[in-house]
């Protein structure tokens, strides 16, 4: 049984498989996307939610020094995106790192992958359609018109508010809403109308969607542009370095662990870039364009994502930013209310862009999954006239829109970062485990570096650097020592605070030392080396209610592979014929 739970798809049947031989054919998906428009796709999806709503909460935690984890976050996404260019180059079909697993890792370990994907972008577009809602909502309060609290903020919010006897204002949307029996009728309507209208703009066709999102992208492009020339003009350098808790000038106002405090809100604006991948049976020629169209736009976003949280930072305390909507937050605190107006006009259209993007790679995960044998062929079914994944986009539809009725934003937004790095640790993985190929004219290829040496000597590195700078760093990690350095000063000061982050900590330094000798003796690649250790980094800022939801849903997870695609696999029922 082991054995086959690791069962392979080879390349060759992969490709054979999708019919991706480049002929039209009445099933297949329709090719018409070009890097412009992959681009547009990674950018739509990147800029959003977390540039205009979650990034208040890591800015507000980190100070000015926030720009280090989005530059942190960028190396670990620009690593990560070149092994996701290598995969494309090689398995130009959708499934994204699905499809990838399945060449790299085999049977289950494709199931975890595609299962842990669906927090990426169905749990994901759940946190974007309630900001969607913020933004639109004060900007329909802008124009006096007003939709009853109770129609325009999720029960659990509400009810937690209520629990805890704070915020007066969830309190009063609490005594005042419309009752059925004992039940208050509490539902966000604006975000669920907004997932009715993307998932059928996604179910009527990829150009139709590809049209829009363009369109959408360049408007908030230059938006954004216009928010970092007005408020570069309302910048205050004293901002920049606020007063820490000793009465000092620090650009990290709260240590390195406030920085790395905020790695949820940070990662999460960086989840889309992915999302390209899933579009390579759309794509004109995919092993050449998606690559470029994955890079291109992470770069782009992660410059944009900089210069912003500089401008947000300097304009205001950084303290204030703790809010849902920060873009607007510092011009209204700087008494600029025509640009409060024109960042929620913005907002709506960058999030609008962004839920596109997502519903338009989740269900051609699933669809890629069916192929497989390991959900129900109905998953696979493509739409006659339409030529989308017609059943995988409808439920994708219902998977978002129901958890809208009973969850909250914080909830989504660390479920759906944990999941999302998860999947990017296998990715990079991944690109160690399949052998190295020549390079071909037209296609990416991921340029090979040597590590047997440079990556030994980076983590050796790294852990002299820490010794040297904080002298407590290592022997607290080891002792039981598990008291509070929440406020510590040093980057070798972090994650000492709780057990959990401990654990996952030494878990970390372990697995690096262990990557480090069978990057010695096999002489394995740098680059996905390197993706896959800031990754791994990355998740150790993942909190202990991170983990214990991450390992519910993989728990849930296993029981419907082994409940169905276990005995459903293609592979498995290949294996029986083979045998007979």
Known sequence: MVNSLFRRKSLTKILSDSDASGDIHAHELRRVLSVRDLTFFGIAAIIGAGSFSSMGTACASGGPGVIFLFILCGIA???????????????PVAGSAYTYAYASFGELMAWV????????????????????????TNLLHSLHIYIP????????????AVIKNENQELISIWNTAPKIGTLRIIVDLPALLINVLITWLVYVGVKESRNISNLMVIIKLVAIVLVILVGITYINTDNWLPLNEVGMRSFMPNGFSGVMAGVSAVFFAYIGFDAVSTMAEESKNPQRDLPKGMIYSLIICTIVY?????????????????????????????????????????????MTSVMLVFQLG????WMSMSRDGLLPAQFQRIHPKHKTPSFSTIVTGIVVGLPIIFTDERFVLDFTSIGTLFAFVLVCGGVLLIPRREKQEGKF?????????IYPLIITGLIAIIAITSNRYFPELLNGDFSDHSHASNAGDYLLGTPVLKISTIIFWLVCIVLSVFA???KLSLIPLMGLTTCLYLLTGMSASNWKWFFIWFAIGLVLYFSYGYR????????????V
Not at 114 to 131: D, P
Not at 362 to 365: E, G, V, Y
Not at 568 to 579: G, N
Request: charged letters at 15%; a positive charge; one cysteine or more.
């Open 445 to 453: 290829h991921l340029p090979y570096i040597n590590g047997r040496l």
């Open 362 to 365: 989740q269900p051609r995960i």
């Open 306 to 350: 900089i210069i912003l949280s500089l401008v947000l930072t300097g304009m205001v305390d950084y303290k204030l930013l703790n809010v849902g909507d920060p873009l607007a937050e510092v011009f209204q605190q700087n008494n600029v209310g025509w640009m409060k107006n024109i960042i929620s006009v913005i907002a709506v259209v960058a």
């Open 568 to 579: 459903k696999s293609k592979l498995a029922a290949e294996k029986s014929l083979s045998v």
């Open 77 to 91: 996404c620009g690593f990560t995106a070149m092994c996701y260019a290598e995969f494309a180059s090689r398995i």
């Open 113 to 136: 992958i595609g299962w842990a994907l669906l927090m990426e972008y169905s749990i994901g577009n759940i946190y974007v359609a309630f900001a969607w809602s913020d933004y639109f």
């Open 520 to 522: 010695f003796m096999r």
């Open 149 to 160: 609290g109770w129609l325009s903020t999720n029960y659990k919010a509400v009810h937690d």
